[in-house]
T-cell receptor, first 112, second 114 residues
């Protein structure tokens, strides 16, 4: 299974962009990169996903390098409510489904 | 919360008793998943379903069984609960099977086995 590597923790000032990096050097050509976040003990919340092109939605932007070995999640204007654990995941096909294999994630602390 | 309801939200049970957790969805998604989350391990897949009566094992399936008799309900059963099964359990649903379809999670069930 492809694995991801993320920094354990990061800080960001409120109102500034938060850039969360992720390494996935063993990703296969047809595997997608997903980002989820988890606030306190709530269920993981889907943010965005992509294959090789940059993606943007109302929550965030996802920048994937050309070689697909790393990506960056960008929260353009972080707020205190964005404080959470952010998971970078490569969804792999296994059995009869694409499985989300979670790592330890990055704890993002947004500070006033 | 993408139309996912987990019940109960909290449960305390004794070692050796059977426990069933329920995941109910209103999205008519074909795929459903059970994960557990423990400190130091992140979320790990227990079992999943790819249709009514179609289920398969995840990476930590020992001690758990599942059933799916209707599209909207996916049940996780601990036949004889042990303290090592104390955890937070999350259900997830997905419209499609593959690697390019997002999954949505419920709010979790906190299970304590004493």
């Amino acid at each position: 299974d492809a694995k991801t590597t993320q920094p354990t923790s990061m800080d960001c000032a409120e109102g500034r962009a938060a850039n969360l990096p992720c390494n996935h050097s063993t990703i296969s050509g047809n595997e997608y990169v997903y980002w989820y976040r988890q606030i306190h003990s709530q269920g993981p919340q889907y943010i965005i996903h992509g294959l090789k092109n940059n993606e943007t939605n109302e929550m965030a932007s996802l920048i994937i390098t050309e070689d697909r070995k790393s990506s960056t999640l960008i929260l353009p204007h972080a707020t205190l409510r964005d404080t959470a654990v952010y998971y970078c995941i490569v969804r792999v096909w296994s059995g009869n489904t694409g499985k989300l294999i979670f790592g330890q994630g990055t704890t993002l602390q947004v500070k006033p | 919360d993408a139309g996912i309801t987990q019940s109960p939200r909290h449960k305390v049970t004794e070692t050796g008793t059977p426990v069933t957790l329920r995941c109910h969805q209103t999205e008519n998604h074909r795929y459903m998943y059970w994960y557990r989350q423990d400190p130091g391990h992140g979320l790990r897949l227990i079992h999943y379903s790819y249709g009514v009566k179609d289920t398969d094992k995840g990476e930590v399936s020992d001690g758990y069984s599942v059933s799916r008799s209707k599209t909207e309900d996916f049940l996780l059963t601990l036949e004889s609960a042990t303290s090592s099964q104390t955890s937070v359990y999350f259900c997830a649903i997905s419209k499609g099977p593959g690697v390019r379809t997002e999954a949505f999670f419920g709010q979790g069930t906190r299970l304590t086995v004493v």
